[in-house]
Nanobody, 124 residues
C-alpha cells in the first residue's frame, strides 16, 4: 500500500533553514507528481509546492516562492523541501502527498494519499 513518511522537521530561528524529506513506497514513485502542504495551528490545509513526476516542472504558493525549493530523487523514491529564510508564519505541520497523475494539483482535496506530517516551528 502507499506509504509516505516525512522527516526533517524541528525548531528553527527566523531566517534559518530546514530540509524536509518524504520517503515513498508502495507505488511507482517516478510516475506521479508530488506535493507538499502544511497546516498551521487553527487553520486549514494549505498547498505549498508541487513537482512533476520527472522533476521537469516545479510550482510554488506565493507565500513561499523564492524561499522554498522542492526536488525529488526518483532513484531513492524521496521527495524534498528545502526551506530557507524561514519566517514565524511558516510554523505548521508539513505533509507530503501523492498526486493522481504525473502532474500536480494545487487543490489539497485532489490528493488521496498523505503522510503523517512533520512539525516545523520557527521561533526565536
Amino acid at each position: 500500500q502507499v506509504q509516505l513518511v516525512e522527516s526533517g522537521g524541528g525548531l528553527a530561528q527566523p531566517g534559518g533553514s530546514l530540509r524536509l524529506s518524504c520517503a515513498a513506497s508502495g507505488f511507482t514513485f517516478s510516475s506521479y507528481g508530488m506535493s507538499w502542504a502544511r497546516q498551521a495551528p487553527g487553520k486549514g490545509l494549505e498547498w505549498v509546492s508541487g513537482i512533476r513526476s520527472d522533476g521537469s516542472d516545479t510550482y510554488y504558493a506565493d507565500s513561499v516562492k523564492g524561499r522554498f525549493t522542492i526536488s525529488r530523487d526518483n532513484t531513492k523514491n524521496t521527495l524534498y523541501l528545502q526551506m530557507n529564510s524561514l519566517k514565524p508564519e511558516d510554523t505548521a505541520r508539513y505533509f507530503c502527498a501523492k498526486a493522481k497523475t504525473s502532474s500536480i494539483a494545487t487543490i489539497v482535496h485532489e490528493y488521496g494519499y498523505w503522510g503523517q506530517g512533520t512539525q516545523v516551528t520557527v521561533s526565536s
